[in-house]
């Protein structure tokens, strides 16, 4: 078959990639140049681990071409995903102008029967509109169907996660569409769901929702543990060996962060509102979050004597997780905005992100000489291997703040640090 995918973000470029791999052709389409010309000569404009190889292979095999040109490209392909980004707007909701304008561009230039088919997080009803602004722009009444079929995938495992997926969800009234989205899908061992397209929206939201709350309510619980001096991570274990509620996502820290979660919870939230249902579990999932770096820097504080000021903090992690150099949303900006604010002197590093500011060294070693304390923000397997031993004869004062609780408590004494983490021992 030949696949149409625009909007070449992390989504766009690995389902892209995914549909070469089962031995379709695939073409990417971007309005941004840049990224274009980098995807053409083999480079991600973006950090993901394992996907520049695929990339690599599928265009010395032809498999992959990228393109600009969106009138060439929606008439020569049969099946078209919408991957562009929804971004949250100042409501809350997500803004939908670029799935807007894609959709008015397939109107325009489709020549032929297309199923077009919604990838990215979009709002329940989000097909409904895809459909009527197609229409609005056809000349002629060529039909078509539109397929809500969300993607799972996470940033840092994205080839991973696409390959291996729990289960395919395929939205659509139409037929035709649901016939052609099952057989792209046959060589998937998965389940797989036929739904109505707004259960489809209605399934991705609540999927990244009920993740988002499964991390709250640990970080939550983890603030009662502290003070009860309870390890949380033995909490997480005991109740995730409950096959009904299962060990994911509940690893306690400093909050998630990224450019999925929060966007999403805050749109489900915006639509329940609208609606007349309001969402007040979700608003409290929101709130908990909101407030776990504050706690943590609380905690920081109070350990370093009550005050923050001139105290040099060695942040180590800047992106909203490991594997990714994505710091949308990240919960190493906010506490390192809220230790500006105390006065603190910061310096930072991340094996991966470039900040582009004089707070950022280039090794952990520069990062945390003569430092007060150091905080770990981001889980990189790099953190979990350093020297402590080495690293601490370079600090000024031997603290450890483990915003993601990677390292144990018991180690870090026997070297002779002062460690804390988040309820972790
Ligand atoms: C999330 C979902 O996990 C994907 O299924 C979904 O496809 C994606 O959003 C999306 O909607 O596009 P992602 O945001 O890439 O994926 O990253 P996650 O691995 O879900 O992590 C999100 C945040 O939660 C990170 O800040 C992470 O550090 C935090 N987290 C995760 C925790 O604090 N504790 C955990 O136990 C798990």
């Not at 480079?43 to 393109?67: C, M, R, V």
């Not at 739904?195 to 619980?221: D, Q, R």
């Not at 040099?312 to 506490?335: H, M, P, V």
């Amino acid at each position: 078959m030949k696949i149409l995918v625009i909007g070449t973000g992390y989504v766009g470029t690995t389902t892209g990639l995914l549909f070469c791999e089962m031995g379709h052709k695939v073409t990417g389409l971007d309005l941004d140049e840049k990224k274009i010309k980098s995807l053409k000569s083999g480079k991600l404009h973006f950090y993901e681990p394992g996907l520049e190889d695929l990339l690599a292979k599928h265009i010395s095999q032809n498999h992959i071409s990228f393109t600009r040109n969106a009138k060439k490209a929606i008439k020569e392909n049969d099946v078209i995903f919408i991957c562009v980004g929804t971004p949250q707007d100042k409501n809350g909701d997500a803004d939908l102008s670029y799935v807007k304008s894609v959709a008015e561009s397939i109107g325009t230039y489709m020549n032929e029967y297309k199923v077009i088919v919604t990838k990215s997080t979009v709002p329940v009803g989000t097909s409904g509109l895809v459909s009527k602004w197609i229409r609005e722009k056809q000349e002629d009444k060529i039909k078509f169907d539109v397929v809500s079929n969300p993607e799972f995938l996470r940033e840092g495992s994205a080839l991973h996660d696409a390959l291996n997926p729990d289960r395919i969800i395929i939205g659509t009234t139409g037929k035709k569409a649901m016939k052609i989205m099952k057989s792209l899908y046959e060589p998937f061992a998965c389940p797989t769901l036929e739904t109505l397209p707004e259960a489809a929206e209605m399934i991705k939201y609540a999927s990244n929702s009920f993740l988002a709350m499964k991390i709250s309510y640990i970080n939550e619980l983890a603030k009662l543990c502290d003070e009860l001096e309870i390890n949380v991570n033995d909490v997480s274990k005991g109740i995730g060996m409950d096959q009904r509620i299962g060990p994911a996502f509940l690893q306690a820290g400093m909050g998630y962060g990224g450019s999925c979660f929060p966007k999403d919870v805050s749109a489900l939230i915006y639509l329940a509102k609208k609606s007349g249902n309001p969402l007040t579990i979700l608003e409290s999932v929101v709130k908990v979050n909101e407030e776990q770096t504050s706690y943590f820097l609380k905690k920081i504080k109070h350990a370093l004597g009550g005050k923050l000021k001139n105290r040099k903090i060695a942040i180590l992690g800047l992106a909203f997780k490991a594997n990714t150099d994505d710091t949308r949303e990240s919960a190493s900006l906010y506490l390192i905005e809220k230790l500006m604010a105390e006065q603190a002197e910061v310096t930072v590093h991340d094996p991966v992100v470039k900040w582009g500011t004089t707070y950022q060294r280039e090794s952990i070693e520069e990062t945390v000489k003569g430092a007060d304390a150091v905080c770990i923000c981001t889980d990189w397997e790099d953190y979990k291997k350093i020297n402590w031993t080495n690293l601490k004869s370079l600090m000024n004062q031997p603290y450890i703040f483990d915003g993601r609780n990677i390292l144990s408590k018991t180690e870090m004494e026997k070297i002779g640090f002062h460690y804390m983490g988040v309820a972790n021992g």
